[in-house]
């Protein structure tokens, strides 16, 4: 789960990563009125949506009047900005950050992230601050810094300082870069976070270290344990297909293909997608249903998948070890009775009791096309889904 950057710098600051005074705001004068009460003459206005690369695309805006703020508000609130991380679709501005500008000296990135293959919380620092990770790593490979923490002990102050001193950080300032550095990590294992990101650490003119834009991502699977951070979830970030799966508890991400899955198991889903794309399809979501496909889950999940408008087939795959293929079959027939499902259907069952819910499906008269294994059923949705756009075709053609 994401949260916004005002979330992830209150976080942060708890932990004793510096940052600057702050406020926010849910309109253009509210904003300026929060400049006023901060002080100063230069103030920072920053767009509050779930994606960075907000800078490039003019969701940050330096300010030195209350004109400017209200004019850079006025550019913001209601629009969708889009950057490089939100998509073509873009992300709405419903909350701007107003901060007192901060004079910089130099930039710095620093990110923590779970390595896989080293197991273990991998801190990623360069001294290209400014730039995205990708143009670094692409563009000034050598600069980056990379040092994993052994999770026994934590990040230990000596491994900290050796990080500043490979950034370049002058003598003077190393213990600062070291109190933001275990303030990250503390803050990442304590609350189950898979990344922080700091991009720009910055070092002022007056000799300090301060983070001036940061990033936090949680772990789902741990949200229970952190009732504060999930109170945090702002929906109006999330991708409408995938905040109404999670209210429903189905795992559920939106993919930009026209045929819908219906699967039980996450990996069972994956061998899904990557069969319907061997055949020449591509599929509308990833949908894992869990393992007790029950009549009521089968129903949710057809109306989940048909809420997208870009679904025009329906590729159900269910493998029954504990579960029953008749009782999914059942569940199936009864999903769509109940849900208005206008494209094909291709269904594929497997395992305990497969026969008899077979048998269910072609007693229940309704057109699904029945396929034997997963490639057949890849294929015979990928035909449907052509069919059905010749059909399109031709119905737009006639008209
Ligand atoms: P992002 O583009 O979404 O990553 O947003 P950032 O918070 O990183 O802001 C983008 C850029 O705006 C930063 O890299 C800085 O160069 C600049 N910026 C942000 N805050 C300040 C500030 O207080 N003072 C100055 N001088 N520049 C700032
Ligand atoms: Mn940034």
Same mark, same amino acid.
Not at 19 to 34: C, I, K, M, N, T
Not at 72 to 77: D, I, K, L, V
Not at 104 to 123: H, K, P, T
């Given at each position: 789960?994401?949260?916004?950057?005002?979330?992830?710098?209150?976080?942060?600051?708890?932990?004793?990563?510096?940052?600057?005074?702050?406020?926010?705001?849910?309109?253009?004068?509210?904003?300026?009125?929060?400049?006023?009460?901060?002080?100063?003459?230069?103030?920072?206005?920053?767009?509050?949506?779930?994606?960075?690369?907000?800078?490039?695309?003019?969701?940050?805006?330096?300010?030195?009047?209350?004109?400017?703020?209200?004019?850079?508000?006025?550019?913001?609130?209601?629009?969708?900005?889009?950057?490089?991380?939100?998509?073509?679709?873009?992300?709405?501005?419903?909350?701007?950050?107003? =901060?007192? !500008?901060?004079?910089?000296?130099? *930039?710095?990135? @620093?990110?923590?992230?779970?390595? +896989?293959?080293? /197991?273990?919380?991998?801190?990623?620092?360069?001294?290209?601050?400014?730039?995205?990770?990708?143009?670094?790593?692409?563009?000034?490979?050598?600069?980056?810094?990379?040092?994993?923490?052994?999770?026994?002990?934590?990040?230990?102050?000596?491994?900290?300082? =050796?990080? !500043?001193?490979?950034?370049?950080? *002058?003598?003077? @300032?190393?213990?600062?870069?070291? +109190?933001?550095? /275990?303030?990250?990590?503390?803050?990442?294992?304590?609350?189950?976070?898979?990344?922080?990101?700091?991009?720009?650490?910055?070092?002022?003119?007056?000799?300090?270290?301060?983070?001036?834009?940061?990033?936090?991502?949680?772990?789902?699977?741990a949200l229970f344990r952190h009732p504060q951070i999930s109170e945090l979830r702002d929906k109006s970030q999330e991708d409408p297909r995938e905040s109404r799966a999670a209210d429903r508890g189905l795992s559920y991400v939106g993919l930009d293909g026209n045929i819908g899955c219906i699967v039980n198991g996450a990996g069972l889903a994956m061998a899904t997608m990557d069969t319907i794309m061997l055949a020449g399809g591509a599929p509308a979501n990833f949908l894992d249903i869990g393992g007790g496909a029950t009549p009521e889950r089968v129903a949710k999940a057809f109306r989940l998948v048909m809420s997208d408008k870009n679904v025009q087939a329906v590729l159900v795959n269910i493998f029954a070890g504990i579960n029953r293929c008749d009782w999914v079959a059942e569940g199936l027939v009864q999903a769509l009775n109940e849900v208005q499902v206008d494209v094909p259907v291709i269904a594929r069952l497997a395992g305990t009791n497969v026969e008899e819910g077979q048998r269910i499906l072609s007693k229940s008269g309704l057109p699904i096309i029945r396929a034997g294994t997963l490639m057949e059923a890849a294929e015979r949705a990928v035909v449907a889904w052509q069919n059905d756009l010749t059909q399109a075709t031709r119905m737009r053609a006639v008209k």
């Open positions: 789960m994401d949260v916004h950057e005002y979330q992830a710098k209150e976080i942060l600051s708890g932990f004793g990563v510096e940052v600057p005074p702050g406020a926010l705001a849910y309109s253009p004068e509210q904003a300026a009125y929060r400049a006023r009460e901060l002080g100063g003459d230069k103030w920072v206005v920053k767009a509050q949506v779930h994606a960075g690369g907000r800078g490039k695309a003019g969701g940050v805006k330096l300010c030195d009047s209350d004109h400017a703020i209200q004019e850079a508000c006025e550019s913001m609130f209601g629009r969708k900005l889009v950057t490089h991380q939100t998509g073509p679709e873009g992300k709405g501005i419903y909350r701007v950050y107003v =901060e007192a !500008a901060v004079p910089i000296e130099r *930039e710095f990135y @620093l990110g923590l992230v779970m390595d +896989r293959s080293s /197991q273990r919380v991998m801190i990623v620092a360069s001294a290209e601050g400014g730039m995205e990770i990708e143009e670094i790593s692409a563009e000034k490979p050598d600069s980056i810094v990379r040092s994993t923490v052994e999770p026994a002990v934590g990040l230990q102050d000596f491994q900290a300082r =050796e990080i !500043a001193f490979e950034l370049g950080i *002058e003598p003077g @300032l190393v213990s600062q870069v070291v +109190r933001t550095l /275990q303030g990250c990590y503390r803050a990442f294992s304590e609350l189950d976070a898979t990344m922080v990101e700091i991009n720009p650490l910055v070092v002022t003119g007056d000799d300090r270290v301060i983070a001036l834009d940061a990033k936090m991502t949680f772990d789902y699977n």
